[in-house]
C-alpha cells in the first residue's frame, strides 16, 4: 500500500527540478518533490548566476533560452524571496584573429535566430569594460545577458511551489520504481512507497541512475567545473564575461577531454568575482586541484589583470549535466509509460530552468508542449526506441 500519492512525482530538488514542481503547482496539479539530500544541494548550489543566451546555439536551443529569460525577468516579482536578478550585458572576449572570425559567423547565425548581439572593436570594448587587458581584440556584446542568484532561484521556485501545494521531502532517494505493463504505478523511496502515474527525472548528473532502475540508458554523465571566488570588488567589471575558447570548450568535446577551456567571470551583487571553469570527465568527483585552479587563475588574470591584486577567499567545484551533442534531454520517454526527462542542461540550468519548467507542464497538462520538444527528446541517442 503506497504511503502517500501524488498525481506528479519529480524527482530533484536542484533549479530544473523545483522550476517543474513550481509551474505545475500553478496549474493545481498534486505534485511531491523529492530531493535525496537539500534544496540546491547539487549543480544548482555549486556555479555563477550567468543567464547567458550568447552561449547558446543558434536554433531551437536559442529560441528556448531567450523565452525562458522572458519569464525569468519576471520571476523576481513574482517568487517569494529576492532572486538578485539584474540585466547587466554579457561580454564575450576575444585574443586572437581566428578567435575573432569564428565569433563573427556565430554572431551572424545568433543575430539571424533574433539575438540581440553586436561585435565590439578594441576601443568600445575598452569604453564599456576599462579594467580589461589592453591586448584584447575586441568582444562580443549582448544586452539580454543577465545575472541572478541561482541559489536564490531554486529556494524561489521551492518555496512558490510549496506556498501552492507541493509537497517536498528532503532527505528522501529512490530506490525504486514499481511498473505495470510499461507504465509506472509507485515510486519506492526511503521513506516509503509513493503511488504516482507520472514522474519527471530532473535528477541532473543523477539521472542516468534513475535510468537504469527502469532499464534505461541515458547517456549524461557528470563533467566537473572548478571555480574560485574572490574578496567583494565592487564596479571592476559590470557585465557577465566568457572568452571565445570557453565557448569553444563549451561545444567541442575533443576540447573538453584535453582539459582546455577558456574563463568566464560573474561578478555577484555584493561585488565578488566567480571566476571559471574547468571542464573535466573525472567521475563524480567534486573536489578541487591545484592544477585546475592555477589555469583558471593565469586565464583570468590575462584578461582582467586588477585579479592581480585581488585576494582569493574559496574555491570550489560543481557537477555539470553533461550530454553528447550540449542540449538538454526533455519530453516523454517512449520505453515507460508516464515517464518524463528533464535533465541534462549542463551549464544551461539556470537560463533553461522556467523554460524547462513551463513545458513540462503543459507535457504533463496536455500531452503536449507549445514548443516542439522533438529536438531534446532522448530517442535522438538511439538509448529509446519504442514509439509513445
Not at 101 to 119: H, I, N, P, R, Y
Not at 237 to 245: D, F, Q, R, T, V
Amino acid at each position: 500500500m503506497a504511503w502517500k500519492n501524488a498525481d506528479v512525482v519529480v524527482i530533484g530538488g536542484g533549479i530544473i527540478g523545483t522550476a517543474i514542481a513550481y509551474f505545475l503547482s500553478r496549474q493545481k496539479i498534486d505534485v511531491i518533490l523529492l530531493e535525496k539530500s537539500g534544496i540546491a544541494s547539487g549543480s544548482s548550489g555549486a556555479c555563477d548566476g550567468a543567464v547567458v543566451m550568447q552561449t547558446k546555439k543558434p536554433g531551437v536551443h536559442l529560441k528556448l533560452a531567450l523565452e525562458s529569460h522572458a519569464l525569468l525577468s519576471r520571476m523576481q516579482d513574482q517568487l517569494p524571496i529576492p532572486i538578485e536578478y539584474e540585466k547587466n550585458g554579457g561580454l564575450i572576449v576575444m585574443e586572437t584573429d581566428d578567435e575573432k572570425t569564428a565569433m563573427k559567423q556565430f554572431v551572424e547565425a545568433q543575430c539571424q535566430a533574433g539575438l540581440d548581439v553586436e561585435l565590439l572593436d578594441h576601443k568600445q570594448l575598452r569604453a564599456l569594460a576599462p579594467h580589461l587587458s589592453d591586448h584584447l581584440i575586441g568582444a562580443t556584446y549582448s544586452p539580454r545577458d543577465s545575472k541572478i542568484n541561482p541559489i536564490a532561484l531554486t529556494l524561489g521556485f521551492a518555496m512558490g511551489a510549496k506556498q501552492m501545494g507541493t509537497e517536498i521531502l528532503t532527505g528522501t532517494a529512490v530506490l525504486d520504481f514499481e511498473v505495470e505493463e510499461r507504465q509506472i504505478s509507485a515510486v519506492v523511496t526511503t521513506a516509503g512507497k509513493i503511488g504516482t502515474c507520472t514522474v519527471v527525472n530532473a535528477t541532473g548528473v543523477y539521472a542516468s541512475e534513475i535510468g537504469r532502475m527502469l532499464g534505461i540508458e541515458i547517456p549524461i554523465k557528470p563533467r566537473r567545473g572548478q571555480l574560485l571566488v574572490t574578496e567583494a570588488r565592487p564596479g571592476l567589471l559590470k557585465p557577465w564575461l566568457g572568452s571565445a575558447n570557453y565557448i569553444a570548450a563549451k561545444f567541442n568535446p575533443q576540447l573538453a577531454r584535453e582539459g582546455a577551456g577558456g574563463v568566464s567571470i560573474d561578478q555577484t551583487q555584493n561585488g565578488n568575482l566567480l571566476i571559471g571553469a574547468t571542464r573535466e570527465f573525472v567521475g563524480y568527483d567534486k573536489r578541487t586541484t591545484v592544477e585546475g585552479l592555477t589555469q583558471i587563475a593565469s586565464r583570468a588574470v590575462r584578461i582582467l589583470p586588477d585579479l592581480k591584486h585581488t585576494h582569493l577567499i574559496r574555491a570550489f567545484a560543481g557537477l555539470r549535466p553533461y550530454t553528447p551533442d550540449g542540449l538538454p534531454i526533455l519530453g516523454k520517454v517512449g520505453k515507460i509509460k508516464g515517464l518524463i526527462m528533464a535533465a541534462g542542461h549542463e551549464g544551461d540550468g539556470i537560463a533553461l530552468s522556467a523554460i524547462t519548467g513551463k513545458l513540462i507542464s503543459e507535457l504533463v497538462l496536455e500531452g503536449k508542449t507549445d514548443v516542439a520538444l522533438d529536438s531534446f527528446n532522448l530517442k535522438r541517442f538511439s538509448t529509446d526506441t519504442t514509439q509513445h
